[in-house]
């Protein structure tokens, strides 16, 4: 007699679709990640039948042709009143088990059951945990600010005469590979040399790639300062970093590729004072809209994505002033901006910054072949503006540049022209300083 096949709703993982509404789904291919160059429309081969990495959707919804394993029935939930009946006549897929049943087909108790919020009909089923059954997931947690003990104990069962402050001033003047070769001395020292205040600064740059036992240990330091620049860091990885560093101000991004610097669209990024996006390939205007604007499925923020930002690092990026008036938005605190070698910024760039005039206070503009000597006034109109770098820019003339050193800065409304407020000096050809 053969055997009744196995339902949809069956212990076998079904395949998720897309759920066509949410950000990756509504937007295009890049183009430039590995899946897309290997689709026959950008002149691949047409082997991984994978999508983009940016068009992940991050809500797939249960296939059509889902059933529940108890009734063999679709999901009704579209017909339900209330939420509380919508749950009940929704289907459900477990994580643990894979089965896809109604909630009121299971005859249990649906309080023991755990909702994911983030992913439609998914849960922890009632009858999971209650056999104590869960899923396996990898927790990297930070150590204590002051791991124990609080002296070294020696062989002999004593312990040492140095408490544990005294050994950590003495690991605050070694290096990186210095620590982690302390590290494998003991485990009191191991534990030791994990404290936050010997790792503010962590720097893998250049590395050809960032394996998960380097992900965990900078997550087990928490670092102010991160510095990834030219590594081969992926899009998972740095989404997964970010979400697990909430004390970080510092971020170096310069030479990765678009597809791993793209993960900073959906993260948190309310606290950092610095970021670094130098020579970051197909880095263009419409890259960078995606990065600035809020997130949709996030409370709105009204301060901009970068309320907090003090130092924005562009150079060497093909973006205009459309981008510019962009992240005058978006961080209003904004005191420091390096657009040097910006092949397509022109004389309307300044203008574009208008929204800084009051907080900018350093500016590179060197190597943008556009700007020309109309750019000058608008830096008139920075009363905070302490230094300007323009050299390399061949259409901006030292002449230009030592009138507007003559010039006094202009005075309040209905007041002298200058005020008594510093003028700009040139100790060298089109670097202009200021004197706070």
Known sequence: MPQRSRGAGAGARRRRTRCRRCRACLRSECGACHFCRDMKKFGGPGRMKQSCLLRQCTAPVLPHTAVCRACGE?????????????????????????????????????????????????????????????????????????PDPDRLPLDSGAAHVMQRDVWLAVFLHLSSRELCVCMRVCRTWSRWCCDR???????LSRRAAVTPSMLSGIVRRQPASLDLSWTGISRKQLSWLISRLQGLRELVLSGCSWCAVSALGTASLASLRLLDLRWVPELRDAQLRELL??????????????????????????????SLRLVARHAP?????????????????????????????ELNLAGCPRLTDQCLPALRRCPRLRRVDLRSCRLVSPEACARLCQNPPPGPPGGAPGGGAPRFRAPEEKLLLKDS
């Open 74 to 146: 679709a999901g009704r939930e579209a017909a339900a009143e209330g939420e509380e009946e919508r749950l009940e006549l929704a289907l459900m897929e477990c994580t643990i088990c894979s089965e896809i049943v109604h909630p009121r087909c299971l005859q249990m108790g649906r309080a023991e059951a755990v909702i994911n919020p983030e992913i439609p009909n998914c849960w922890e089923c009632p009858k999971c945990k209650r056999e104590g059954r869960s899923a396996k997931r990898h927790v990297v947690r930070p150590p204590p600010a002051s």
């Open 197 to 203: 205040r010997l790792w503010t600064r962590i720097d």
């Open 293 to 322: 604007p809020a997130d949709p499925r996030g409370p709105p923020e009204p301060r901009g994505r970068l309320p907090n930002l003090v130092e924005l690092r562009l150079s060497g990026l093909e973006v205009t002033e459309a």
């Open 333 to 361: 605190q904004l005191a420091s901006l390096d657009l040097s070698h910006c092949a397509r910024l022109g004389d309307g760039a300044l203008g574009a910054l208008g929204g800084l005039r009051h907080c900018l206070a």
